[in-house]
């Protein structure tokens, strides 16, 4: 079993700096060829018609949702409600939007907490399976949800169908996942993939959203790295996924570039250097509370950090085969997280009020800042 190379990220460390200020001036000719997809937002309030309009015109152009079984599923009679997603779908249609929906959450009626992984039994796994399954073939190909929506129908809709689906969120962290196991997390994986394929053949599977680098220790938490290696060492895992995502969330632009350049180190020696990347979370908050969170460091550290962690991101798509990014989060919303009240791109409240970070990041993606 690998462990991180010592010497590598040191290295890695002391010329961050120099990769991304190197980074800023690559990217800049090739910032407006980069496709929309590559740009999405997660957020954390209602997705409205206003807001896929406004990321629309900013070439925004996918949208990380959750996917709560535990919600969709509360009771175990085998029927789902799907009221929570259904909508979010809808609206991201009508403006061109993908939808990424990460499947998490285990109902009570299956285990204890949710965090548990539902892979202990023969029930726990069956019920995933049906319900996964369901998922696939409502929002897939051809699924239900766009047959209720085809033309001729009461609200016909542009059809864009569900083909990546993250299994799971920060599987290596305990706020989502307990305990932080890479083998069970890779039963899941494997039988995710399975269940996907049987309902929709052309379907990615991606993996959680993997904490970079959380404080608590096993087995409440692992590092990402080495989470992923372990995750890599169960037999024949490689072919039941097809992308890896990373949670960033960094001090600075560099500490990011740092993280991210750790995790493709991981994909490359376990030889699967065809794995795609996602970061499926990353910002850093425009409040001042650095003793708090380290990354909320006020407004003007949140446009520079965004800026340089964007063209790094941007400048070194291509050698990290780095598919998609997702800005968390959307709106300012106070008690959802101990940032997220700092780190949208618009102020708190119903109407859209942008932050100066809304324009900074228009500017990356080369849209407009209104429709």
Same mark, same amino acid.
């Given at each position: 079993m690998r462990s991180p190379k010592t010497a590598y990220a #040191? &290295?890695? !460390? @002391?010329? /961050? #700096? &120099?990769? !991304? @200020?190197? /980074?800023?001036?690559?990217? @800049?000719?090739?910032?407006?060829?980069?496709?929309?997809?590559?740009?999405?937002?997660?957020?954390?309030?209602?997705?409205?018609e206003a807001d896929t309009e406004y990321m629309r015109a900013a070439r925004i152009g996918a949208v990380r949702w959750p996917l709560a079984w535990s919600s969709a599923q509360p009771e175990a009679d085998g029927s789902y409600e799907w009221d929570a997603l259904d909508p979010v779908v809808a609206t991201a249609a009508r403006q061109g939007l993908e939808v990424l929906p990460f499947v998490y959450s285990t109902p009570r009626w299956l285990a204890r907490k949710p965090t548990v992984l539902p892979v202990a039994?023969?029930?726990?796994?069956?019920?995933?399976?049906?319900f996964l399954t369901a998922a696939v073939e409502r929002y897939g190909p051809d699924g239900e949800f766009w047959r209720e929506?085809?033309?001729?129908?009461?609200?016909?809709?542009?059809?864009?169908?569900?083909v990546d689906w993250q299994i799971w969120n920060e599987a290596n962290f305990f706020y989502f996942t307990t305990p932080a196991s890479p083998s069970r997390y890779a039963r899941l994986v494997k039988l995710s993939d399975q269940t996907m394929r049987r309902a929709d053949p052309g379907a990615s599977l991606i993996l959680s959203g993997l904490f970079a680098e959380p404080s608590a220790r096993p087995p409440r938490a692992?590092?990402?790295?080495?989470?992923?290696?372990?995750?890599?060492?169960?037999?024949?895992?490689?072919?039941?996924?097809?992308?890896?995502?990373?949670?960033?969330?960094?001090?600075?632009?560099?500490?990011?570039?740092?993280?991210?350049?750790?995790l493709r180190?991981?994909?490359?020696?376990?030889?699967?250097?065809?794995?795609?990347?996602?970061?499926?979370?990353?910002?850093?908050?425009?409040?001042?509370?650095?003793?708090?969170?380290?990354?909320?460091?006020?407004?003007?550290?949140?446009?520079?950090?965004?800026?340089l962690a964007y063209d790094y991101l941007i400048g070194n798509r291509g050698r990290l085969n780095l598919k998609g990014t997702y800005w968390f989060t959307w709106k300012d919303i106070p008690g959802s997280c101990n940032f997220c009240d700092s780190t949208g791109l618009f102020r708190r409240g119903d109407r859209l009020k942008p932050k100066p970070a809304w324009r900074t990041f228009v500017g990356i993606t080369g849209g407009r800042a209104r429709p």
């Open positions: #040191l &290295a890695f !460390v @002391a010329s /961050a #700096l &120099a990769v !991304v @200020a190197l /980074a800023s001036w690559l990217a @800049a000719p090739s910032a407006k060829a980069v496709p929309p997809s590559f740009f999405g937002i997660a957020p954390q309030t209602e997705l409205t039994n023969g029930r726990q796994r069956s019920a995933w399976s049906t929506h085809g033309p001729g129908t009461a609200e016909p809709l542009p059809t864009i169908p569900i692992m590092h990402a790295v080495d989470f992923l290696d372990r995750f890599y060492a169960v037999s024949g895992i490689k072919r039941s996924f097809e992308g890896v995502a990373l949670h960033p969330y960094a001090e600075d632009a560099a500490d990011l570039a740092r993280m991210t350049e750790g180190d991981v994909i490359v020696d376990n030889r699967d250097p065809g794995a795609r990347l996602y970061i499926t979370e990353m910002g850093w908050g425009s409040q001042h509370n650095p003793n708090l969170v380290s990354f909320e460091q006020g407004v003007g550290f949140q446009l520079r950090e965004m800026r």
